[in-house]
């Protein structure tokens, strides 16, 4: 029987679930299954996007034949031809022998490795920028070399600014009914999947998938269709900014990662000791992985999203841990960058690892490295433990400057302390007016008397926000930590509140006396105000209140306008068409230099220089 899922108007889902498989490509666990997507647009011509796994491709044609109702689809767009997205192609070709297939020079030449029939006959060639018009529909087709195949390209639908983006903004995951992204808490159920799924199959090609975010910042984009995972049609800008640091190998969190390999457990004695020092000294974030148990997958994402990684392994047949070289050679092989490391070696004769360790991490870019390994001679001693506890003075000094003790804190009424986190920097305005929230970014928020307790805020005249205080006067104001993510940004100061909810992100809404909300995960202060005045200087209205609540909700430092600028806002993609070198043809690695070496090979397709062209 049929499952069809409407996307939008005349855009169905029509993929399939399996949540029988114990792996992905052979090597991955997925133990929460996955999902194939496909989608049909109904148009006067229809399309289908891409086929499905061979495995759902039962349930696959029962959709078809159930939306077209006797009728033959007319196009099938082709964005990448991994199996698990292409085997179905052979059947349809047979089902429906009049339709059309459409796609690029790289994609019809597997087809022709793939399947036996008369490929050049149903063929429609497409470039870069090229376009297929279906009557109210026009797709238009980018090129995505390397993410996560040579052959891949993306499909922007312009009527309805749909992407069908293949891999990219997929994840592990069979889903549960729920199509879209916003319809589940993707934070606490899907993210470390989306992660290690990113950081598995296309983290190797991060400069590839910066070229097609850099194409995608061009298009005016209200959905998003991955053929894995969850649908995305609202706050895009998350799992954009995600990608984005995924693929410019940025770390996501200040974490510190401990990787280790024991074969009797008094290496593990040693990565237990140093992350209890770590932890005393005020790290909250801390993620232990035991090599040999834990699959790779896992800690290479880990490594993705932490900061600092400690590696810590025995030495065996005088070199490293089988399972810590491996898991070493994965993160090398996935070129993983700028992060800082630390080692511990054990070694009941002469301890090797860490010094080999150390050689392999060298190799990589960007890594600075703490100090020597930490050596145990069989097991941890007097003098281990100190060495330890430098490690993790020599960790905590290298992370931001955001880490305390940790300390209970209260939230009584009107603490004094909660105004010193008042700076020239950004906070988070909140207002309701009936059953409608909503909030936006200022600037300007100051202590204007002690007792009674008063602030001045300003607001943009034209804010949604501001006319909710204006006709309820009262307001929270949070004000906002360094550990704020550009999301938050994204979400409270990009967006018009007329039209979209900017609460949408946060499924607990955590609300003050008051019943309005404020926003202790982002937060070190939050303030709600009853309005006392208000005066119209032309842009912003500026009011004053009187404070009737106050609490600290953490010590993290306030965000300054400076340190937004420098750390949480992202830079300027600068295109690496603009630098002088040489272009791959078939995969977009761009090499740079005036000439290139002699027998040169392509590091990521692995063709020679041929294929490369000249960029001025």
């Known amino acids: 029987m049929q499952n069809v899922r409407e996307v939008n108007k005349n855009i169905f889902w029509i993929g399939g679930i399996d949540r029988c498989p114990t792996v992905f490509e052979g090597v991955y666990p997925i133990p929460r299954g996955v999902s194939y997507n496909s989608y049909l647009v109904k148009d006067k011509k229809t399309v289908i996007l891409d086929t499905v796994d061979k495995v759902v491709s039962g349930v696959f044609f029962e959709n078809i034949a159930y939306l077209l109702n006797g009728k033959s689809p007319d196009y099938i767009i082709v964005n990448h031809m991994e199996p698990d997205h292409c085997s179905a192609l052979g059947e349809l070709i047979l089902r429906y022998p009049d339709i059309k297939i459409v796609s690029n020079k790289m994609v019809f030449t597997m087809i022709k490795q793939y399947f036996d029939f008369d490929v050049?006959?149903?063929?429609?060639?497409?470039?870069?920028?090229?376009?297929?018009?279906?009557?109210?529909?026009?797709?238009?087709?980018?090129?995505?070399?390397m993410v996560h195949w040579p052959e891949v390209m993306v499909t922007y639908e312009s009527t309805?600014?749909?992407l069908f983006?293949?891999?990219?903004?997929?994840?592990?995951?069979?889903?549960n009914g729920n199509l879209f992204a916003d319809e589940v808490n993707f934070d606490r159920d899907w993210l470390d999947d989306a992660r290690r799924y990113f950081t598995n199959i296309v983290g190797k090609y991060g400069d590839q998938v910066q070229d097609v975010l850099e194409k995608a910042a061009t298009l005016e984009i209200a959905m998003i269709c991955p053929l894995h995972g969850p649908i995305w049609r609202k706050n895009l800008g998350y799992i954009i900014e995600k990608h984005q640091k995924w693929s410019s190998y940025t770390p996501e969190d200040n974490a510190v990662l401990i990787?280790?390999?024991?074969?009797?457990?008094?290496?593990?004695?040693?990565?237990?000791?140093?992350?209890?020092?770590?932890?005393?000294?005020?790290?909250?974030?801390?993620?232990?992985?035991?090599?040999?148990?834990?699959?790779?997958?896992?800690?290479?994402?880990?490594?993705?999203?932490?900061?600092?990684?400690?590696?810590?392994?025995?030495?065996?047949?005088?070199?490293?841990?089988?399972?810590?070289?491996?898991?070493?050679?994965?993160?090398?092989?996935?070129?993983?960058?700028?992060?800082?490391?630390?080692?511990?070696?054990?070694?009941?004769?002469?301890p090797a690892s860490g010094g080999l360790m150390t050689d392999v991490i060298k190799s990589l870019e960007g890594w600075n490295i703490i100090g020597s390994p930490v050596t145990l001679l069989s097991s941890v001693k007097q003098e281990t433990q100190s060495a330890l506890k430098k490690l993790a003075d020599q960790i905590v000094d290298s992370m931001?400057?955001?880490?305390?003790?940790?300390?209970?804190?209260?939230?009584?009424?009107?603490?004094?302390?909660?105004?010193?986190?008042?700076?020239?920097?950004?906070?988070?305005?909140?207002?309701?007016?009936?059953?409608?929230?909503?909030?936006?970014?200022?600037?300007?928020?100051?202590?204007?008397?002690d007792t009674p307790k008063r602030i001045n805020i300003a607001v943009i005249k034209a804010n949604y926000t501001n006319d909710m205080i204006l006709k309820t006067g009262v307001f929270n104001v949070t004000s906002l930590s360094v550990d704020t993510p550009f999301s938050v940004f994204q979400q409270f100061g990009f967006k018009s509140g007329r039209d979209a909810d900017k609460f949408d992100i946060c499924p607990d809404k955590t609300r003050?006396?008051?019943?309005?909300?404020?926003?202790?995960?982002?937060?070190?202060?939050?303030?709600?105000?009853?309005?006392?005045?208000?005066?119209?200087?032309?842009?912003?209205?500026?009011?004053?209140?009187c404070v009737?609540?106050?609490?600290?909700?953490?010590?993290?430092?306030?965000?300054?306008?400076?340190?937004?600028?420098?750390?949480?806002?992202?830079?300027?993609?600068?295109?690496?068409?603009?630098?002088?070198?040489?272009?791959?043809?078939?995969?977009?690695?761009?090499?740079?230099?005036?000439?290139?070496?002699?027998?040169?090979?392509?590091?990521?397709?692995?063709?020679?220089?041929?294929?490369?062209?000249?960029?001025?």
């Open 120 to 145: 050049d006959s149903h063929s429609i060639v497409v470039e870069e920028g090229g376009t297929l018009n279906t009557g109210e529909y026009t797709f238009h087709f980018v090129m995505a070399p």
């Open 160 to 162: 309805s600014k749909t």
């Open 165 to 175: 983006s293949a891999d990219a903004f997929g994840t592990f995951g069979a889903l």
């Open 259 to 350: 990787a280790y390999a024991s074969v009797y457990g008094n290496t593990e004695n040693a990565v237990n000791i140093l992350a209890g020092e770590l932890a005393d000294r005020g790290v909250k974030n801390i993620a232990v992985y035991d090599a040999s148990e834990t699959d790779t997958s896992y800690i290479l994402s880990e490594a993705f999203r932490c900061s600092h990684i400690v590696f810590a392994s025995t030495t065996y047949n005088a070199g490293i841990f089988i399972k810590m070289e491996h898991l070493l050679l994965d993160i090398k092989e996935h070129n993983l960058k700028n992060r800082t490391a630390a080692f511990i070696e054990n070694g009941s004769w002469v």
């Open 400 to 449: 931001p400057k955001n880490i305390v003790p940790p300390h209970d804190f209260k939230t009584e009424p009107l603490q004094n302390p909660a105004f010193f986190k008042l700076t020239y920097g950004l906070f988070l305005l909140t207002a309701k007016d009936g059953n409608k929230d909503n909030g936006c970014i200022i600037n300007s928020a100051v202590q204007l008397t």
């Open 512 to 545: 003050s006396q008051n019943g309005l909300i404020y926003a202790p995960k982002v937060g070190n202060a939050f303030f709600s105000c009853k309005v006392i005045s208000s005066t119209d200087y032309d842009t912003h209205t500026l009011y004053t209140a």
């Open 548 to 616: 009737t609540e106050a609490a600290i909700l953490s010590n993290v430092p306030s965000v300054t306008y400076q340190f937004y600028a420098d750390n949480i806002k992202p830079k300027p993609q600068i295109s690496r068409k603009k630098r002088k070198g040489y272009i791959c043809k078939v995969c977009g690695y761009f090499h740079e230099g005036d000439e290139l070496p002699e027998g040169y090979i392509c590091p990521l397709c692995k063709h020679d220089s041929s294929y490369f062209e000249r960029v001025e």
